[in-house]
């Protein structure tokens, strides 16, 4: 029985290995397409539009923007801002008490008028921070400001020149002094009024955390990235989705006092310039930028989102960008590479795999999307869609020849089938008896000569019905009895009419039979095919002449067809004596082999008081016809 069991399933699954080969090889293609680097281009533009289909945010209501414009420079008449210009404005903001001003402006020397203004400033304003530049050149900060009042705003770009990380911290190899940004410097100075500081991080001590909120530091093979340059403490920026991300004042805005006070109080204030000619900008595509040119943000809109999804992480538990080890991403990769494996082998048509491939990629693009959007895990996607649908639908042109090439030697071992059974039950069950007859008592040469002039030409009426019948692609059977009947008609009247024909046939134990029981009710047969309906009726022909020839003394048989509560039976019952049936026999072995085909089951309880020969089956519609 195991061992049944056991040639089943490899029979089942035997071209599974077809594909596997071919379907590894294209993964072992793409995983090192990856680990060159070939896919991180198109893994940004997929991370970028992510970013850029998310809902609608609401504007933060903690950090406004103080940007000088075009406008502003016009009406000053100079160029870069003088110093007496920025103390003004830093002296107008502290009368609203902003919890931290960052001025985004560097301030390495002298503007004049008013140095002196804007040094009392720095020296007198202790929620003020300003700005150096560490990488690669280094400029430096305004003199006799102190140490944790300065913060650096160097951003690191991808190879494509586009800003997707936050880089917090880094080490200056110049004095071996840790640094960090503005970033950073404005989102610990507004969290600290919270009551939470920064520290190092619990599951990662090499991070930065605030409160319970670790801040996920990238590594050089995070998300779609492939050697990076993660040097330093770096981030992944998670920008704010909407049109209008904060609120926004010019410098002639502030010097009129022509905006609401509450823009102001308890926030983090961001001083820079917001004009092309600056050419302070960030090249951007993740999201839409109302001042900049196309694709591009100011860089005081930068330090502003930067600032932003700190302190929304941590007080409102705003998703930060984070990724898995290097090794689940590579089991994600290569568990979607497997699942296009199977989706190729699935018995469907090329257009049906088609569509299913298709339905499946659409679903693992927005379950990537979904992760990212509500979780922030960035995942792998190119690589895993594009396996998944090289596999898919590549795969199943080796998979389709498979099952060309089954179908081919099914209908050949059905031909053969076909025809043994057809002999079988007509040409061969009359010399059966010649036989037999010709061992009890000798048979005069006349006879013998007539009975062997039949069998040669129920011999040719065979070979004659099966030339037709592939000529003609007729659907009928012929019997043993000569008779050929059509297929196309309801199963329970086909099965009558092979009931009937073959009572009629000159065979020994019928003469003893004085009660016929037919029992023929409809049978649902729309999910039969043209071949199970032919071998049902092979069956049961061959159920009667087992009857016919081996039943001593039978007096009784009844012939069940009919479907009762969902299943569907063909019984044949007699009460002779029939102990000679073989369970080893040709017939037996097609009965179980059709069982096996309608998913059912075959029995024969066989004694000297009788003979039940039953085959039983549910009528199902195969999913995948």
Same mark, same amino acid.
């Given at each position: ?5 056991? #040639? ?187 009551? !939470? ?42 920008? +704010? ?28 204030? !961001? ?38 999804? !700190? ?6 538990? +705003? ?54 959007? %509500? ?150 047969? +729309? ?10 009726? #092979? ?77 039983? %089956? ?8």
């Amino acid at each position: 029985m195991k061992r049944s069991v056991w #040639q089943r399933i490899h029979a089942k699954y035997a071209c599974w290995r077809i594909g596997v080969l071919p379907g590894f090889t294209l993964l072992g293609v793409i995983v090192v397409l990856r680990l060159i680097g070939l896919l991180q281009y198109y893994e940004w533009l997929v991370f970028d539009s992510f970013l850029g289909w998310r809902p609608i945010e609401p504007v933060d209501e903690r950090i406004t923007i103080i940007g000088i414009n075009e406008a502003d420079i016009q009406s000053l008449k100079a160029y870069p801002v003088p110093d007496r210009e920025l103390a003004l404005l830093i002296n107008t903001l502290q009368e609203y008490q902003p919890r931290a001003i960052g001025l985004d402006i560097v301030r390495d020397h002298a503007v004049e008028p008013g140095h002196q203004e804007l040094a009392d400033v720095f020296a007198n304003s202790k929620n003020l921070f300003v700005v150096e530049k560490v990488l690669p050149d280094p400029i430096a900060p305004p003199p006799n400001v102190a140490s944790a009042q300065i913060g650096f705003i160097d951003g690191i770009k991808d190879r494509d020149g586009r800003l997707r990380r936050s880089l917090l911290g880094t080490p200056v190899p110049q004095n071996s002094q840790y640094k960090h940004s503005l970033t950073l410097r404005l989102a610990t100075a507004y969290l600290a009024a919270e009551g !939470i500081s920064l520290e190092n991080g619990i599951r990662d001590v090499r991070t930065m955390r605030f409160g319970s909120v670790e801040l996920p530091q990238i590594h050089p093979h995070s998300g779609g990235y492939v050697r990076a340059d993660a040097g330093g403490m770096q981030i992944l920026l998670n920008y +704010r989705n909407s049109s209008t991300q904060f609120q926004t004042l010019s410098l002639s805005d502030v010097k009129s006092r022509n905006f609401d006070p509450t823009w102001l109080r308890d926030r983090i204030i !961001i001083i820079g310039m917001t004009t092309p000619s600056a050419k302070d900008v960030f090249p951007v595509t993740a999201i839409a930028s109302n001042h900049a040119a196309d694709g591009e943000i100011y860089g005081v809109e930068f330090q502003a989102h930067a600032v932003s999804q !700190i302190i929304s992480a941590v007080l409102d538990g +705003r998703s930060l960008i984070w990724t898995w080890a290097d090794g689940w991403e590579y089991l994600w990769i290569i568990t979607w590479g497997i699942a296009g494996i199977i989706l190729a082998w699935l018995p469907l048509t090329p257009y049906k795999n088609f569509v299913i491939v298709g339905i499946t990629s659409l679903c693992l693009v927005g379950a990537s999307y979904t992760l990212l959007t %509500w979780w922030g895990l960035w995942v792998p996607v190119v690589p895993t869609a594009l396996i998944l649908v090289l596999n898919g639908v590549g795969l199943t042109a080796f998979y389709q020849y498979n099952r060309a090439m089954r179908s081919r030697l099914n209908e050949r071992q059905l031909t053969i089938n076909h025809t043994y059974t057809t002999i079988h039950n007509g040409p061969l069950q009359t010399l059966k008896l010649l036989i037999k007859q010709s061992r009890d008592q000798d048979i005069p040469q006349d006879e013998l000569i007539l009975k062997l002039t039949q069998i040669d030409s129920e011999l040719r009426e065979v070979y004659e019905s099966l030339e037709r019948e592939v000529q003609t692609q007729e659907q009928s059977l012929r019997l043993g009895s000569g008779k050929e009947i059509n297929l196309n008609a309801p199963l329970h009247e086909t099965l009558y009419q092979i009931y009937s024909q073959t009572l009629e046939r000159d065979f020994p134990c019928y003469k003893t039979l004085k009660l016929k029981i037919p029992n023929f009710e409809p049978i649902d047969d +729309r999910y039969l095919s043209i071949e199970q309906k032919r071998s049902l009726c #092979q069956f049961l022909e061959e159920a009667l002449c087992n009857v016919g020839k081996h039943a001593k003394g039978v007096t009784r048989l009844r012939t069940d067809c009919l479907q009762k509560e969902e299943q569907c039976i063909v019984r044949i019952t007699d009460n002779g004596s029939n102990p000679s049936v073989s369970s080893d026999g040709r017939g037996t072995k097609q009965a179980m082999q059709l069982a096996r085909q309608l998913r059912g089951r075959f029995q024969r309880q066989s004694s000297f008081q009788g003979t039940v020969c039953e085959l039983t %089956w549910r009528p199902r519609k195969s999913w995948f016809s």
